[in-house]
């Protein structure tokens, strides 16, 4: 009975105005929520004691690695949605994705380039081909395909599922290169510079990690129910400017 | 099937097929990077399998777009869509035919630019046949590409775009089981195993995903 009722609210967010007035609804606190805790986050992480060995540049961690935790992140919720799409075609799936493929390239482009301005101090160079970077690299190359291939069709619930297919494959094959990346580093690289979270993690350090990854989570939520919103109200706008020109056709 | 299989390659070996230009793209590819790296045998030498493979990937790719598109411009995709056998199936058949027109040739001219890489006979075997063990998996990875990008217009760059990440597991592990083919203490099988495993799997997921995209694009 609870499970019936649990799915008859899931499709009644298939109606879009049900969907913006949940939004309407829970965005303020959403977002009021996320900005307490980004900014006791920030705090925590500039007033910790740097790393004896690392110094200030430690602090570099507390945006990267829960940018880089986002960027898998992303890509689960769009393969749920793409799941919700080809399965039940839940319009609001197909808005889901799409909304959330560039928050999904803009966290991995964060965690790239924190990685990037950490790794000159610690590792002396900008960038190594090294498993991790190479596979979350991939990643980034992924969401700009989807990008714009979802920005070549014109038809968006055909944008939708063709590249909900891709989606779902991507998923599938990206463990596949995260494990061959692995394998290829240990082959041609086998003394690793990589130590990226230390040896042990200091309670003194990880506090504001976990601080900051839940607040990043929910900076990702606050702005991909905005980005949805502002899909299905573009949409809504295309569908009234249709409409707006057939009725002045006929005026004339 | 049968009868499509025929189809396909009489089609894209006859004239307007195109199969030829891939092997055409591939051997200027593999001429070109001498002319970009220098003319020194020994770097050749030890950069030879990697250099073979990309050409062969890249050349792949080069054909994938056709795969689809050209059935959907003369209406024979919608008679596929329709008829009995599972669309799986003949999206696999298809895969097949594509091989066979397109890669096959690149495989086999994989051991002539060997020659102009100055790789040793090892190396070319071995090129040769982590080339023809691995190559399907190129083609039905992008069989769902074109299926993608099949109602687009000018889809060419984009499959190229989408599959070639995707692809990144299949010259992994053909360049590496090249290379441990050649030197003596990385042992050749785990890596071939590993790429075989790779094809095989992707003979499954390829024809399901492409099935899936045509299905939803051929509206």
Redesign the interface.
């Known amino acids: 009975m609870t499970e019936s009722l649990a799915i008859r609210k899931f499709s009644d967010l298939a109606n879009p105005t049900c969907f913006l007035a949940l939004a309407e609804r829970v965005l303020p606190w959403l977002a009021a929520l996320c900005c307490v805790l980004l900014a006791v986050g920030l705090f925590l992480s500039f007033t910790t004691e740097g790393d004896y060995q690392q110094g200030d540049t430690v602090r570099i961690m507390y945006i990267h690695v829960p940018a880089a935790w986002l960027s898998m992140m992303c890509y689960s919720v769009m393969a749920l949605s793409a799941i919700g799409t080809?399965v039940w075609r839940h319009p609001l799936a197909d808005v889901s994705h799409k909304a959330a493929a560039p928050l999904g390239a803009a966290f991995t482009l964060i965690a790239l380039v924190t990685g990037s301005l950490w790794g000159k101090p610690m590792w002396g160079t900008w960038w190594v081909w090294d498993a991790r970077l190479t596979s979350v690299f991939?990643l980034f190359?992924?969401y700009?395909?989807l990008i714009?291939?979802n920005r070549?069709?014109d038809d968006p619930s055909?944008a939708a599922?063709?590249?909900a297919?891709?989606i779902?494959?991507?998923f599938?094959?990206i463990p596949?290169?995260k494990?061959?990346?692995d394998?290829?580093n240990t082959?041609h690289q086998p003394a690793s510079v990589i130590r990226l979270d230390g040896p042990t993690i200091d309670p003194e350090f990880l506090w504001p990690l976990l601080i900051m990854a839940v607040a990043f989570t929910l900076l990702f939520f606050c702005l991909h129910i905005m980005a949805m919103r502002n899909e299905i109200w573009r949409r809504r706008v295309a569908t009234q400017r249709r409409l707006a020109a057939r009725m002045a056709g006929r005026g004339d | 099937m049968t009868a499509l299989l025929l189809r396909d390659l009489k089609l894209s070996i006859r004239a307007g097929g195109g199969a030829l230009i891939g092997i055409l793209f591939f051997l200027t590819v593999v001429a070109v990077i001498p002319f970009g790296v220098g003319p020194d045998l020994n770097l050749l030498a030890r950069i030879g399998p990697a250099i073979v493979w990309i050409g062969a990937l890249l050349a792949a790719l080069l054909g994938l777009d056709r795969m689809f598109q050209t059935d959907r411009d003369d209406g024979s995709l919608d008679l596929l869509l329709m008829q009995e056998p599972p669309l799986v199936l003949t999206v696999l058949v298809k895969c097949l035919a594509h091989w066979i027109a397109n890669v096959l040739p690149l495989v086999i001219a994989s051991p002539l630019l060997g020659l102009f890489m100055n790789m040793n006979e090892v190396a070319i075997g071995a090129a040769m046949l982590t080339l023809f063990v691995g190559s399907p998996a190129l083609t039905l990875?992008g069989a769902?590409?074109a299926?993608?990008?099949v109602?687009?217009p000018r889809?060419g760059l984009?499959v190229s775009?989408?599959v070639?990440?995707?692809c990144?597991?299949v010259l992994?592990?053909g360049v590496?089981a090249t290379y441990a083919a050649v030197e003596d203490p990385?042992p050749f099988l785990p890596p071939f195993l590993?790429l075989t495993a790779?094809t095989m799997f992707f003979a499954v997921?390829g024809p399901v995903?492409a099935a899936?995209?045509l299905r939803?694009?051929g509206?």
């Open positions: 080809l991939i190359l992924m700009l395909g714009a291939l070549s069709m055909r599922r063709v590249s297919v891709l779902l494959v991507g599938v094959n596949i290169i494990f061959s990346v394998w290829w082959l | 990875i769902v590409g299926a993608v990008a109602t687009l889809g984009l775009i989408l070639l990440p995707l990144i597991p992994i592990f590496s990385a590993i790779i997921l995903g899936l995209a939803n694009a509206d």
